[in-house]
């Protein structure tokens, strides 16, 4: 096999058994003996239930555990919902939280770099899927530089220091005790287990490669991310990856309330409950500035091929006068937004200031008085003598 173009050095990097091996054998198994085992015995509703509640649990703690909360800190969640969401995810099979979120900001920083992503997709589909994965290639090395907020998390850190014995007993122990209960555990083990783990791998792993070849770019060209909406169905929401990757700190993919989301929705209905707070979105003006931005470049290369092109040209540039002017006073209205809240921060510390300062002239004054007392009453006590 030769050397993925754009990899470091002429040699094909060393290849790496436990991925591979574990990425064949589950795959060889949901295509053979799944599809085997239900023709001979069949398989009942309530595993197919499993399967997919079970996998919808392993989805939703990559995408709102693993990726929006842990890796873009779009939220913050409750200390409940974090370890839902760190065993849930070492049931998904895609590494512990903390590579996998260090991995992903590489990603966000040095996207379609090739020797810096680590799932670049200029490196084509397979790589960006899955060979990045089945190599020791020089762009995926470990390093939680990046990450130090996460090594103070001590669910991160717990599930990172023992992810071996949790992914077992998710993977294995879970499907198990669920086949004993129902009194077919080979059933559940394929559906629960392998079918499950094989389908979550590779609907997360196209956002990697589909989400970044396949798709419209209304918010920027300025990398390969796509929006597509067959993507987002499959992925909770994920497939808005165009927007994402342009305001990665929305806990939002898909902002449109008819965008398929369930993700945010799901994030959403926690903060009800007080299991998430501080939602973060990017302001809508910031959002219309980055789509016009794109409809004005297109407008641009579409003008060198129109046969009017002064005509056009002339209303094209009073609109980018207009963009212009909107974008200076929504600048100017911001900063004089952040100026207020600035004074109002500085009235605030000052009255706290004058408050504090009182409090001490009281506390002063009441001593005072104590220290007087005293004084009278040793006045009483030891009488000064006339000289």
Same mark, same amino acid.
């Given at each position: 096999? +030769?050397?993925?173009?754009g ?37 009942? #509703?309530?595993?197919?239930?499993? @399967?997919?509640? &079970?996998?919808?649990? !392993?989805?939703f ?9 842990w ?7 409750? #200390? ?14 895609q +590494?512990?939280?903390?590579?996998? !979120? ?18 670049? *997709? ?9 060979? #990045? ?8 090395k470990?390093? @939680? ?11 991160v ?5 023992? &992810?071996?014995?949790?992914? =077992?007993?998710?993977n ?19 559906? =629960? ?17 589909? *989400? ?12 390969? =991310?796509?929006? +597509? ?17 342009? %305001?990665?700190?929305? &806990?939002? +993919? ?15 209905? *926690? ?5 998430? $707070? ?6 809508a ?22 046969s ?7 209303l ?21 937004? &952040?100026?207020?809240?600035?004074? $109002? ?6 009255? =706290? ?25 040793? %006045?009483?006590? !030891? ?5």
């Amino acid at each position: 096999m +030769n050397a993925v173009p754009g990899a470091s050095g002429p040699a094909t990097p060393p290849r790496l058994w436990v991925t591979t091996i574990l990425f064949t054998s589950t795959a060889l198994a949901a295509l053979i003996l799944v599809p085997l085992y239900g023709v001979l015995y069949g398989y009942h #509703w309530y595993q197919w239930l499993a @399967f997919a509640v &079970y996998g919808a649990l !392993c989805g939703f703690s990559i995408t709102a555990g693993y990726h929006r909360l842990w890796s873009h800190r779009t939220y913050e969640a409750h #200390w409940f919902l974090r370890l839902v969401f760190a065993l849930f995810g070492a049931a998904a099979l895609q +590494n512990s939280i903390l590579v996998w !979120c260090s991995g992903h900001r590489r990603h966000h920083r040095h996207v379609d770099d090739n020797e810096q992503d680590p799932y670049s *997709a200029n490196r084509g589909f397979w790589f960006s899927h899955i060979g #990045w994965m089945l190599r020791d290639y020089p762009s995926g090395k470990v390093d @939680f530089d990046n990450a130090k907020d996460l090594q103070r998390d001590k669910i991160v850190m717990w599930q990172h220091n023992h &992810y071996i014995a949790i992914t =077992a007993a998710m993977n294995l122990g879970l499907p198990l005790l669920l086949g004993w209960l129902t009194g077919d555990i080979i059933g559940m083990l394929l559906l =629960a287990g392998v079918l499950r783990i094989v389908v979550n791998h590779h609907t997360t792993f196209f956002i990697n490669s589909l *989400a970044h070849i396949w798709g419209r770019r209304p918010y920027t060209d300025e990398n390969s =991310a796509r929006d +597509n909406d067959l993507l987002a169905f499959f992925t909770f929401g994920e497939g808005y990856h165009n927007y994402h990757h342009i %305001f990665q700190t929305d &806990y939002r +993919n898909g902002i449109r309330w008819y965008q398929w989301d369930p993700t945010k929705w799901l994030i959403r209905t *926690a903060s009800w409950f007080g299991l998430a $707070r501080n939602l973060k979105t990017v302001p809508a003006m910031r959002i219309q500035r980055a789509m016009l931005t794109m409809q004005f470049k297109r407008a641009e290369q579409k003008l060198q091929q129109s046969s009017h092109k002064e005509r056009w040209h002339q209303l094209l540039e009073k609109e980018a006068q207009e963009f212009s002017a909107a974008l200076n006073e929504w600048k100017e209205l911001q900063s004089r937004r &952040y100026e207020n809240a600035r004074e $109002r921060l500085m009235a605030k510390w000052e009255t =706290a200031a004058i408050r504090t300062r009182v409090k001490e002239l009281e506390y002063s004054l009441k001593m005072q008085r104590k220290r007087l007392q005293i004084m009278m009453e040793q %006045f009483h006590l !030891c009488p000064v003598t006339a000289t």
